[in-house]
C-alpha cells in the first residue's frame, strides 16, 4: 500500500449530492467528461450497502475542497440530498458504519489531522455532506 507523502491536515468527509442509487462509474463519469477533472473528487467512495472503493492513492491529492487538497484525504458517501435535490442526510446504517472506520482508519495513520465536513471549510456555500461530521466524529484522538 502506498502512504500519503504529503502532510495530510485534514480528513474530510462529503456526499455525492445524487441519489442514493447512483453508481460509482457515473461518479467518475461525471467527473471526466463533464468537469473534466483529472483527478477524481475523494479518494474512498462508500456505497449504500457499505462497501467502498478507493478511487485515488492516498499520495495523490484529489479535488475535495478547493485550496484544501493538498493536505485532505477525502472519503464520500453515495446520497446526501432528497428526492427534490435539498440536502438531506440519508446515510444507510451500512454507509454510517463504514464511514466510521475509515475515519478511524486514517485518524490512527494521519493522528494530527482534523476531521470535517466539505461544509466546514470556509467559503463553502454547500451542505456537504449533509450531516454535522465534525460533530459526529469528535470523540474520535
Not at 442514493?20 to 461525471?30: C, G, H, M, R, V
Not at 479518494?43 to 484544501?68: I, M
Not at 484525504?73 to 432528497?82: A, S, T, V
Request: aromatic share 12%; charged share 25%.
Amino acid at each position: 500500500m502506498i502512504e500519503a507523502q504529503r502532510e495530510i491536515l485534514y480528513i474530510v468527509l462529503h456526499c455525492t449530492a445524487t441519489a442514493q442509487t447512483a453508481t460509482k462509474e457515473a461518479i467518475l463519469s461525471y467527473w471526466q467528461n463533464i468537469k473534466k477533472w483529472v483527478w477524481p473528487g475523494y479518494h474512498y467512495l462508500v456505497k449504500t450497502d457499505g462497501k467502498f472503493s478507493r478511487l485515488a492513492y492516498e499520495h495523490q491529492p484529489t479535488n475535495g475542497v478547493y485550496g484544501y487538497n493538498q493536505n485532505s484525504i477525502h472519503i464520500c458517501y453515495i446520497g446526501g440530498i432528497d428526492e427534490k435535490g435539498r440536502p438531506m442526510d440519508n446515510r444507510t446504517e451500512a454507509q454510517k458504519e463504514t464511514l466510521l472506520f475509515l475515519v478511524k482508519w486514517l485518524k490512527d495513520k494521519y493522528p494530527k489531522a482534523e476531521i470535517l465536513g466539505h461544509r466546514d471549510f470556509p467559503n463553502v456555500a454547500k451542505a456537504c455532506p449533509s450531516f454535522d461530521a465534525r460533530k459526529e466524529y469528535q470523540l474520535i484522538a
